[in-house]
């Protein structure tokens, strides 16, 4: 990377997955040379656009946060009830723009019933986000992606993140299977860090890493190394496909027509289980 001439950028983005706070300062220190904004988004296909973000040079940067929200935008913290302040739940929005969806086409009804009815005044979004003192926002992936862990409500974004600040991760996915005694088990896709060997070794450093972050309940129980994730062009991970893998699924994993790289769901499938 420090090889190129980067003095030309200004600006650096951040769009798909959620960015954990260490690779936001490598993304800062190195690709940017610690001199560039970076603007991390937040919006949905069904948004139509991004509601929360931060201005380039306007808004003060927090590593892993997608900032503010965007002028006329109201987005909401849904816990037991709008929650004031720092919080944590689902995300919702309560003025959005024009650019959001407004129906499903050929099935109004259905858009009713999951974005809108489920809380009355609020478009439902399903990702979970905590805000902070500040009013900042910090997206933790789809309410979906909580694990159930012997009674234990587990955050696999949390969990990613803990894996990635490890030297020898570059990259992860968390999900459950499901487990008769415990409920569920986490299971994690690795993409090992340049130089890093995939093997048992690795994958007992991740394990401690985890531990030392977030305790043995979180630690994962079966990890699988693999060169690439399932994702869209977009860049979002599939973890629907990653879940069908987990749990053992042999049939049709749906469609990947959307994925960039459709490989990488053979190579999620038969890789080794450490």
Do not use: N
């Amino acid at each position: 990377m420090r090889r190129h001439d980067r003095s030309s950028l200004r600006v650096l983005g951040s769009v798909g997955e959620p960015i954990d706070p260490p690779t936001w300062r490598w993304y800062f220190d190195v690709v940017g040379e610690g001199r560039c904004s970076i603007i991390d988004t937040w919006w949905q296909t069904e948004t139509g656009g991004m509601l929360l973000s931060g201005l380039p040079g306007a808004t003060p940067m927090k590593p892993g946060s997608t900032s503010l929200p965007l002028p006329g935008v109201e987005p909401a913290v849904l816990a037991l009830g709008a929650a004031e302040g720092s919080a944590e739940g689902e995300l919702a929005i309560a003025a959005s723009w024009p650019g959001q969806m407004r129906t499903l086409y050929g099935d109004h009804e259905r858009f009713l019933e999951h974005y809108l009815r489920p809380f009355p005044g609020y478009f439902r979004t399903e990702d979970a986000v905590q805000r902070d003192e500040d009013g900042y926002f910090w997206i933790g992936g789809r309410m979906d992606d909580v694990i159930k862990v012997a009674g234990h409500r587990l955050g696999a974004a949390e969990i990613e993140g803990a894996l990635t600040a490890h030297a020898g991760c570059t990259e992860s996915a968390v999900v459950a299977a499901p487990d008769p005694v415990r409920g569920a088990l986490v299971c994690a896709f690795v993409r090992p860090a340049p130089g890093a060997e995939a093997g048992a070794e690795l994958a007992a450093a991740l394990r401690e890493e985890v531990a030392s972050r977030l305790g043995r309940v979180a630690v994962p129980s079966a990890i699988r190394f693999v060169a690439a994730l399932p994702k869209t062009h977009s860049g979002k991970v599939m973890r629907r496909i990653l879940r069908r893998i987990a749990r053992g699924d042999e049939g049709d994993l749906g469609d990947t027509t959307t994925l960039s790289q459709p490989e990488s769901v053979e190579e999620a499938r038969t890789a080794t289980v450490y």
